[in-house]
């Protein structure tokens, strides 16, 4: 950790609300990638990324600084978002699947509107893709950690990392493909 | 497209490859138009996500987190552990017991221990005589 944030962060054990702020304000948008690359743009988003600094407020005093910031707070993002993940999908399963639809095609008006660009296909076809490939994919290549680091923040070999990382990608092409197939 | 080749050709994208499989990887982009433009695919593809994430919450985050701290009562870390532990116990607990008195009470009713026809049914002499001794009107 640099010798400034550090000091931001001594300063916010002490109680110094405007420094948790300014933790907040640099982190912000890290926590805000890694979020809504999991979840999606929904309004459960915010209320996850709030409770990522609320989390970490009260278990300041335990980070020893063994990594970055950053990646402390992006570990506590993700375990909230695949939670949530896990959540909605115990839900579904207790409500039913709801009535059948083909799973590549877009289905309705919102998403063929978002699909019409193609960082809005992209943006789809992540939220298609399964949790464990997800993370991997959000965590690598949308937050920019190394492989080491993506294998450390999931606690994963990082082997496994390479190989869902290459499974994932190969995944969200034929995802996007057969969404790109349905609309053009 | 060959499976094994592709597969290498993700691979490529995130670490260093063996020789022998990197020049394999080499001549099969070299022969193969398809897997050029597959490669371009994923390289784009990469490209929008590393560049098209949305990176931002509402205005304001920072207010709403603080109101947020502000709101959760603060209770000393000790008592807060054991609470937890004693929420935790007390839900398997509470659960187990549950478990347990239902078995009890099926048993109970299978056998006829607990609830015999006679202890429901049953209405003694004196208590018939004394029904029927009352005048209806």
């Known amino acids: 950790m640099n010798p400034v944030e550090d000091e931001i962060l001594q300063r916010a054990r002490r109680g110094d609300e405007d420094a948790f702020r300014e933790i907040i304000r640099q982190h912000e948008h890290q926590v805000a990638a890694t979020v809504i690359g999991i979840l999606g743009n929904g309004p459960e988003v915010d209320d996850l990324g709030q409770e990522t600094f609320v989390q970490f407020y009260r278990s300041m005093d335990r980070f020893r600084g063994d990594s970055e910031l950053g990646t402390y707070l992006t570990r506590i993002a993700i375990n909230l978002s695949l939670n949530e993940l896990k959540r909605r999908k115990r839900f579904t399963q207790f409500l039913g699947p709801g009535p059948p639809r083909n799973r590549n095609p877009v289905h309705n008006q919102k998403e063929q509107e978002t699909a019409a660009d193609v960082k809005g296909l992209v943006r789809l076809g992540l939220q298609r893709l399964p949790a464990d490939f997800r993370s991997v994919i959000v965590l690598r290549l949308i937050d920019g950690y190394s492989t080491r680091e993506t294998a450390d923040i999931l606690r994963l070999p990082q082997g496994t990392v390479l190989s869902r990382l290459a499974r994932g990608q190969a995944k969200l092409k034929e995802i996007i493909d057969g969404m790109n197939g349905h609309t053009s | ?137």
């Not at chain 2, 138009?33 to 784009?44: P, V």
């Open chain 2, 1 to 137: 497209m060959e499976k094994r080749v592709l597969k290498l050709l993700y691979r490529s994208l995130d670490s260093e490859l063996k020789k022998m499989d990197q020049e394999r990887l080499d001549k099969a982009l070299a022969e193969s138009e398809e897997l050029r433009e597959c490669r371009a695919d994923i390289l784009s593809l990469r490209q929008i996500l590393a560049q098209g994430a949305a990176r931002s919450f509402q205005p304001q985050f920072d207010e709403r987190v603080m109101s947020r701290i502000r709101s959760v009562p603060t209770i000393p870390r000790g008592h807060e552990v054991l609470l937890d532990s004693y929420r935790w116990a007390f839900r398997r607990l509470a659960a187990v017991s549950l478990l347990i008195l239902m078995f009890l009470l099926s048993v109970a009713v299978i056998q006829d221990g607990l609830f015999p026809q006679d202890a429901i049914f049953y209405v003694s002499d004196t208590a018939i005589s004394r029904i029927l001794q009352v005048p209806v009107f």
